[in-house]
């Protein structure tokens, strides 16, 4: 699949964020300000949505609101607000016989490739929507809410409620395949011929990079919980004979074979502390010649709009320690421990490839 160069999705993101500027700088701050806050009843409405599972229905033909709750077994006339709202943000689309259609957003909420549902069922469900509400606690002590807010941290709860934990796990496979072909697209991963996925979860990332490079071997590695699915996964991309899957603690140990190791969301869920700890444990492991790679977000400076910062304050709430970092903070971060930060590669999808080397 081809995807646009990052110099076109800058530039149109850069003329976009102009004209955003400039259509505010019309009206006065307040009534700007009150805009924004509209969105405060469009999530909740995006929410049910998705929990209702309403374009699946609508994938089939359109309807109207009355169909749609026959379907779902709901109030109609609550569905008509709701449906209302969600089209004339273009989530959905109203036509003039009064049925109700989908649009390229609201294909977003089919469970199929691409899909953002589970997403947005677990960013906008009843524990994330609580928990930030609980956000100035955060804020006051430099302490997660979510500790405060449930009484232990996110991974312990996640494990004491198995189906908010397997919301969360269809959530990050949900944002994994948003980035797989940006990912694919912005690195040769052609060169290295074993590969370590360290805390690769389910083995998603690996599988399509072994899939799409034929002369590679990998590595995955997770805690066993993590690594239950896993098999499957690589079954059915066909590259299981190519895989050695091996759970552990990567805080103390992690195996030794690699030439490129991957961290993949996983130093923005820790602190500084923690992080140097994880990187200790890699770098003890790493080949002389061989790369780190860290896929994350980078938060870029200034007054620029950026996803990450935005993102930043999930982790603040969510997890002790966990943050998105900058530039120069991956920099400090990394030679602390041992690595010097040989380039930062975007992709047109808000993460960024991270890449470093060992000093030897």
Same mark, same amino acid.
């Given at each position: 699949?081809?995807?646009?160069?990052?110099?076109?999705?800058?530039?149109?993101?850069?003329?976009?964020?102009?004209?955003?500027?400039?259509?505010?700088?019309?009206?006065?701050?307040?009534?700007?300000? &009150?805009?924004?806050?509209?969105?405060?009843?469009?999530?909740?409405?995006?929410?049910?949505?998705?929990?209702?599972?309403?374009?699946?229905?609508?994938?089939?033909?359109?309807?109207?609101?009355?169909? +749609?709750?026959?379907?779902?077994?709901?109030?109609?006339?609550?569905?008509?607000?709701?449906?209302?709202?969600?089209?004339?943000?273009?989530?959905?689309?109203?036509?003039?016989?009064?049925?109700? %259609?989908?649009?390229?957003?609201?294909?977003?909420?089919?469970?199929?490739?691409?899909?953002?549902?589970?997403?947005?069922?677990?960013?906008?469900?009843?524990?994330?929507?609580?928990?930030?509400?609980?956000?100035?606690?955060?804020?006051?002590?430099?302490?997660?809410?979510?500790?405060?807010?449930?009484?232990?941290?996110? &991974?312990?709860?996640?494990?004491?409620?198995?189906?908010?934990?397997?919301?969360?796990?269809?959530?990050?496979?949900?944002?994994?395949?948003?980035?797989?072909?940006? +990912?694919?697209?912005?690195?040769?991963?052609?060169? &290295?011929?074993?590969?370590?996925?360290?805390?690769?979860?389910?083995?998603?990332?690996?599988?399509?990079?072994?899939? $799409?490079?034929?002369?590679?071997?990998? %590595?995955?590695?997770?805690?066993?919980? $993590? /690594?239950?699915? $896993?098999?499957?996964?690589?079954?059915?991309?066909?590259?299981?004979?190519?895989? %050695?899957?091996?759970?552990?603690?990567?805080?103390?140990?992690?195996?030794?074979?690699?030439? /490129? &190791?991957? /961290?993949?969301?996983?130093?923005?869920?820790?602190?500084?502390?923690?992080?140097?700890?994880?990187?200790?444990?890699?770098?003890?492991?790493?080949?002389?010649?061989?790369?780190?790679?860290?896929?994350?977000?980078?938060?870029?400076?200034?007054?620029?709009?950026?996803?990450?910062?935005?993102?930043?304050?999930?982790?603040?709430?969510?997890?002790?320690?966990?943050?998105?970092?900058?530039?120069?903070?991956?920099?400090?971060?990394?030679?602390?421990?041992?690595?010097?930060?040989?380039?930062?590669?975007? %992709?047109?999808?808000?993460?960024?490839? +991270?890449?470093?080397?060992?000093?030897?």
């Amino acid at each position: 699949m081809s995807l646009p160069p990052v110099w076109l999705i800058t530039a149109i993101n850069t003329f976009r964020s102009f004209l955003i500027k400039f259509n505010r700088k019309l009206f006065p701050g307040n009534v700007v300000l &009150y805009e924004q806050f509209q969105y405060f009843w469009l999530l909740p409405s995006l929410y049910v949505a998705a929990k209702l599972d309403i374009a699946t229905h609508l994938e089939k033909k359109p309807l109207t609101a009355r169909e +749609i709750a026959d379907c779902v077994k709901a109030n109609p006339e609550n569905v008509m607000r709701i449906m209302r709202a969600l089209s004339s943000q273009g989530i959905f689309k109203q036509t003039r016989n009064g049925r109700f %259609t989908l649009t390229s957003m609201s294909r977003g909420l089919l469970d199929q490739p691409g899909s953002l549902r589970h997403m947005i069922l677990h960013h906008l469900g009843p524990v994330n929507w609580n928990l930030m509400s609980n956000l100035e606690f955060s804020v006051r002590t430099g302490n997660d809410a979510f500790s405060d807010k449930y009484g232990k941290e996110t &991974y312990e709860f996640l494990k004491d409620h198995p189906e908010e934990h397997a919301l969360f796990d269809k959530s990050m496979s949900n944002l994994s395949n948003l980035g797989l072909l940006p +990912i694919l697209h912005a690195y040769d991963f052609s060169k &290295y011929f074993m590969i370590n996925d360290i805390g690769g979860g389910e083995g998603f990332l690996l599988a399509n990079i072994l899939q $799409a490079n034929p002369g590679c071997k990998g %590595t995955l590695f997770d805690t066993p919980g $993590a /690594l239950q699915k $896993a098999p499957d996964i690589m079954a059915d991309y066909h590259v299981t004979e190519r895989v %050695t899957i091996v759970s552990g603690d990567f805080f103390h140990t992690i195996p030794s074979t690699g030439d /490129l &190791y991957l /961290l993949k969301n996983i130093i923005h869920n820790w602190g500084d502390e923690q992080c140097g700890a994880l990187l200790n444990t890699i770098y003890q492991a790493i080949k002389s010649n061989g790369i780190l790679l860290i896929i994350e977000m980078v938060i870029p400076s200034g007054n620029e709009s950026s996803l990450a910062k935005l993102l930043d304050i999930q982790m603040m709430a969510t997890m002790q320690g966990g943050k998105e970092r900058t530039r120069e903070e991956y920099r400090s971060l990394l030679q602390k421990s041992g690595f010097q930060l040989t380039r930062i590669i975007p %992709t047109i999808a808000p993460i960024s490839l +991270i890449e470093a080397r060992k000093i030897v």
